[in-house]
């Protein structure tokens, strides 16, 4: 099959785990008879840099045209002083609100190899296998423009959902849960915002459609602190913007490293960009250093998502399990014994598992 897939490598290490996950694609593509096609478009600070907007319209087009986008990462200090609309998140905020891609899953799979490598103790992180289904349009990321009143000194952002862009994502939430053990933590905090209350009904209402799925509440505070108390005791989270970016953050310790947790932001009909949970390291730019696989399991749910090439997919996310427990790491990950590799060495040697499966 023929696919186009547009990337978007942006700023930092983006552009050296995006060429990592080019040079996968490409073997799979030839293992398995597909034609990728790739097609390399600006955001972020090197927009910003080259057409002095984070996000060119040229941008916005390839990626609507395309079958699936594959996103590095956004930001650096270079642009943290310019005003706010031409900071680089504007990019990736902008191409997330053009194509809809309200439904953001950051699958958080702990691999036991790396057990060591989290800084919660084993026995706690132990069976941990969950799922973060992060509202990706609305919430305080999209308010009416924030302002900022009394000379300055005072500052305003809004939080605001309508019931439609609640319940999209709450019932992927369900469906989430339902292939998987069935499980539903829904996150808010419905005992202080009027946001969160509305939440809240939705998900109740919402139990007589998915009678087979088990659903708790948790106020975000609570969930924050479950997390690394207890974090096998979730499957599938289904919480609004903000609180899964923290939630995600904080849930990807649980993998040893940021570095390992990929994402899938989905519209409701219509092309899926794919990118890394983390950012662009531009302490470690350049220096070939970057851990690929967060990239390369984002690639993975490209080709399940996107493509429903299933084996595929399946195949790199062997591959990377095998270099783990290889012992091969790369420096992000606080790791007791095994080898220690760059970039280009832990792409090559997932690369060498694949070719000889
Ligand atoms: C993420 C990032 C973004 C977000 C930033 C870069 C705007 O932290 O994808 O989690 O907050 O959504
Ligand atoms: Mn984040």
């Not at 930001?75 to 809809?100: C, F, M, Q, V, Y």
């Not at 990706?136 to 900022?148: A, C, D, K, M, V």
């Not at 019932?171 to 292939?179: E, P, Y």
């Amino acid at each position: 099959m023929e696919k186009n897939i547009v990337l978007l490598p942006g700023d930092g290490i983006g552009p050296e785990i995006i060429d990592a996950a080019t040079e996968v694609l490409s073997v799979i593509g030839t293992k398995f008879g597909h034609t990728f096609t790739f097609d390399s478009q600006a955001i972020g600070g090197s927009a910003i840099d080259l057409y002095d907007t984070p996000l060119p319209d040229q941008t916005v087009s390839a990626c609507k045209q395309a079958d699936a986008i594959l996103l590095g990462a956004v930001g650096g200090p270079k642009w943290d002083n310019n005003p706010s609309h031409l900071r680089p998140e504007r990019g990736l905020l902008g191409i997330r609100k053009a194509l809809d891609l309200y439904a953001n899953l950051r699958p958080v799979k702990g691999f036991k190899k790396l057990l060591s490598a989290s800084p919660l103790k084993e026995e706690v992180i132990k069976g941990s296998d969950l799922l973060i289904v992060r509202e990706l349009t609305g919430g305080l990321y999209f308010g009416t423009p924030s302002e900022r009143r009394d000379n300055g000194n005072a500052v305003v952002d809004t939080l605001s959902y309508s019931r439609y862009e609640m319940e999209r994502i709450i019932d992927k939430g369900f469906q989430s849960a339902q292939l998987r053990s069935k499980k539903l933590t829904s996150v808010d905090k419905a005992n202080v915002l009027e946001s969160s209350k509305l939440w809240r009904e939705i998900v109740e209402e919402k139990k007589a459609t998915y009678p087979d799925v088990e659903v708790e509440h948790l106020l975000v505070d609570a969930a924050a602190m479950k997390l690394i108390t207890n974090p096998s005791q979730f499957d599938v989270i289904v919480t609004e913007n903000m609180f899964g970016d923290i939630l995600s953050d904080e849930a990807s310790v649980l993998t040893g490293s940021l570095g390992m947790l990929p994402s899938a932001s989905l519209a409701e009909n219509g092309v899926g960009l794919y990118e890394p949970a983390h950012g662009s390291a531009p302490d470690i730019a350049g220096l070939g250093i970057a851990n690929p696989i967060a990239t390369l399991l984002s690639a993975a749910l490209m080709l399940r998502y996107s493509f429903s090439f299933e084996e595929e997919a399946a195949l790199i996310e062997e591959a990377i399990e095998a270099c783990i427990d290889k012992g091969y790491y790369t420096a992000d990950l606080q790791v007791q014994s095994g080898k220690k590799i760059n970039t280009e060495e832990m792409t090559e040697a997932i690369i060498a598992y694949i070719e000889q499966k």
